[in-house]
T-cell receptor, first 114, second 111 residues
Framework: GAVVSQHPSWVICKSGTSVKIECRSL??????MFWYRQFPKQSLMLMAT?????????EQGVEKDKFLINHASLTLSTLTVTSAHPEDSSFYICSAITMDYGYTFGSGTRLTVV | QQQVKQSPQSLIVQKGGISIINCAYE??????FPWYQQFPGKGPALLIAIRPDVSEKKEGRFTISFNKSAKQFSLHIMDSQPGDSATYFC??????????FGTGTSLTVIP
């Protein structure tokens, strides 16, 4: 089945630094990838939709200058949390639509900003 | 506006019992209705999915019941096991466009 590989699975960074999260579609081409944020015991909150070769579309309230998304190829999308602060600590998950219109998630990244 | 409403928020079931989670939607254009299972610290994983041309789909202990006229669908977990304890999300989609997720149900199966 379609697999989306997400790295790292967890990261701890100092406040003010930037962190990059990568998502790769391993056996299919993902023209569209979605980035979600999830707080403990809550549902998935869509942050942005990234399309290969074009600018990402951000949901209302999501700071595009803080959460930089790049989708430079059909198999790779990255989310960079810039100048991270403790309130950015969360679980970040990417996903992609597969050829059969299914929806495959990455394994998630637990970001802790100290 | 919440595109899909999920209930209950949490559910406790005895081992061997039946777990039932319900979802309701409004947009009749939706044509794909999956359920995802998420364990702590992991991304959601597709459990089972249904399209509106059938009223029921069964895979092992997991069954989706779909009521097109009522715009509702539900997940039934038969013979629930402690290993089924997880958070379950329903979702809806229109031919692979953006997915809309329910708010999640935390299931605890007591031994």
């Amino acid at each position: 089945g379609a697999v989306v590989s997400q790295h790292p699975s967890w990261v701890i960074c100092k406040s003010g630094t930037s962190v990059k999260i990568e998502c790769r579609s391993l056996d299919f081409q993902a023209t569209t990838m979605f980035w979600y944020r999830q707080f403990p015991k809550q549902s998935l909150m869509l942050m942005a939709t990234s399309n290969e070769g074009s600018k990402a579309t951000y949901e209302q309230g999501v700071e595009k200058d803080k959460f930089l998304i790049n989708h430079a190829s059909l198999t790779l999308s990255t989310l960079t949390v810039t100048s991270a602060h403790p309130e950015d600590s969360s679980f970040y998950i990417c996903s992609a639509i597969t050829m059969d219109y299914g929806y495959t998630f990455g394994s998630g990244t637990r970001l802790t900003v100290v | 506006q919440q595109q899909v409403k999920q209930s209950p928020q949490s559910l406790i079931v005895q081992k061997g019992g039946i777990s039932i989670i319900n979802c309701a939607y409004e947009n009749t254009a939706f044509d794909y209705f999956p359920w995802y299972q998420q364990f702590p610290g992991k991304g959601p994983a597709l459990l089972i999915a249904i399209r509106p041309d059938v009223s029921e789909k069964k895979e092992g202990r997991f069954t989706i019941s779909f009521n097109k006229s009522a715009k509702q669908f539900s997940l039934h977990i038969m013979d629930s096991q402690p290993g089924d304890s997880a958070t379950y999300f329903c979702a809806t989609s229109n031919t692979g466009n953006q997915f809309y997720f329910g708010t999640g149900t935390s299931l605890t199966v007591i031994p």
